[in-house]
């Protein structure tokens, strides 16, 4: 299947400072991407949808300031968290759909583990 | 919201089949059910997917009932490394649209 990589896989930041994640779709073109996040013992939560040359839609709630959405190219997407505060912390995951198996899927990246301190 | 309904929790002995319902009474025509899952600490992995009939993979197989209102993920010999988090979602299988998660089934294979 198609592979979604995600990097880096876990950071620890102080509070204040800025972390960028990115997120290849390895093996095919992705013109949308979705980034999700993840707190302890819940389910993913959408937090934008990235638009390869356009902007970025986010979703209520996700302040677009603080998480910046840059999709340069049909393969790479990066979520900066811009002054990141500890409640920030969580687990972040890119994701991608490709059509196979005559649907359309999809792949996710590995996550990363963001800590701020 | 999540259109599905899925027990929180589950035990299976490892060696023994796996069985995780998941109900979808809601489901339209042209929705597939799919199957993720999410090991610990990692992104959500695909299962497998079907339309109204019965699937098999290497992974796993899907029994989707008759109205197909629900649906049923078996793991034909469980070990260890199942252990994750289930989750049935049902959509458009054109959609190019975000998956959205529910809750999920915590499964625990034990010794």
């Known amino acids: 299947g198609a592979v979604v990589s995600q990097h880096p896989s876990r950071v620890i930041c102080k509070s204040g400072t800025s972390v960028k994640i990115e997120c290849r779709s390895l093996?095919?073109?992705?013109?949308?991407m979705f980034w999700y996040r993840q707190f302890p013992k819940q389910s993913l939560m959408l937090m934008a949808t990235?638009?390869?040359?356009?902007?970025?839609?986010?979703e209520q709630g996700v302040e677009k300031d603080k998480f910046l959405i840059n999709h340069a190219s049909l393969t790479l997407s990066t979520l900066t968290v811009t002054s990141a505060h500890p409640e920030d912390s969580s687990f972040y995951i890119c994701?991608?759909?490709?059509?196979?198996?005559?649907?359309?899927?999809?792949?996710f990246g590995q996550g990363t583990r963001l800590t701020v301190v | 919201d999540a259109k599905t309904t899925q027990p929180p929790s589950m035990d299976c002995a490892e060696g023994r089949a796996a069985n995780l319902p998941c109900n979808h009474s809601?489901?339209?025509?042209?929705?597939?059910v799919y199957w993720y899952r999410q090991i610990h600490s990692q992104g959500p992995q695909y299962i497998i997917h079907g339309l109204k009939n019965n699937e098999t993979n290497e992974m796993a197989s899907l029994i989707i009932t008759e109205d197909r209102k629900s649906s049923t993920l078996i793991l034909p010999h469980a070990t260890l490394r199942d252990t994750a988090v289930y989750y049935c979602?049902?959509?458009?299988?054109?959609?190019?649209?975000?998956?959205?998660f529910g809750k999920g089934t915590k499964l625990s294979v034990k010794p």
């Open positions: 809601t489901i339209s025509g042209n929705e597939y």
């Open positions: 979602i049902v959509r458009d299988g054109g959609s190019q649209g975000n998956l959205i």
């Open positions: 093996d095919f073109q992705a013109t949308t």
């Open positions: 990235s638009n390869e040359g356009s902007k970025a839609t986010y």
């Open positions: 994701s991608a759909r490709a059509f196979t198996r005559a649907v359309t899927e999809a792949f």
